[in-house]
């Protein structure tokens, strides 16, 4: 399918809260988030998190690390979102995550065991579109045990 892109990084011993990724989708574009995952590249115990997708209500300026998406068919232009990963200082602000389930600005917030990994892939129907210049970011909202993880972000520029 054309438009369709997938990011992917490698967080090396994350032991933090923080934004693992974040999407700015173009101001010409919305973005449709087709999947992603967050996975445990070490062997470490398990234990109980918490992560998934919030809007971002103020972006700042973020230290991450810059990506490119690699576009699924060849011919593809290059993506026109930006995307960073690995946030090391100048956090993103998100709405406050409370005891709803139901937390405006959020796809896929979920609990998940840190060993079987947080895997979101929703049906064409519940999939989040991205507003032309929005900014979402996946955020592991609870604080891990150091753990290798793998971020992977699969999505599609339509317009």
């Known amino acids: 399918m054309r438009g369709v892109y997938t990011a992917a990084f490698r967080i090396s011993g994350l032991s933090a809260a923080k934004t693992l990724m974040y999407l700015t989708a173009p101001s010409n574009k919305v973005?449709?988030?087709?999947?992603?995952?967050?996975?445990?590249?070490?062997?470490?115990?398990?234990?109980?998190?918490?992560?998934?997708?919030?809007?971002?209500?103020?972006?700042?300026?973020?230290?991450?690390?810059?990506?490119?998406?690699?576009?699924?068919?060849?011919?593809d232009q290059a993506a026109g979102s930006t995307l960073k990963a690995n946030v090391t200082a100048s956090e993103p602000t998100y709405p406050a995550v409370g005891q709803d389930a139901d937390i405006p600005g959020a796809f896929g917030l979920e609990g998940f065991a840190s060993l079987g990994g947080w895997f979101f892939d929703p049906t064409p129907e519940e999939r989040p579109i991205i507003a032309g210049g929005d900014t979402w970011g996946l955020r592991m909202v609870s604080t891990p045990t150091s753990f290798d993880a793998v971020i992977k972000l699969t999505f599609r520029e339509i317009g």
């Open 31 to 75: 973005v449709e988030l087709l999947s992603a995952s967050v996975t445990n590249e070490t062997n470490e115990t398990n234990e109980q998190l918490l992560c998934g997708f919030q809007r971002v209500s103020s972006l700042g300026t973020p230290t991450a690390t810059s990506i490119t998406p690699k576009p699924h068919e060849n011919g």
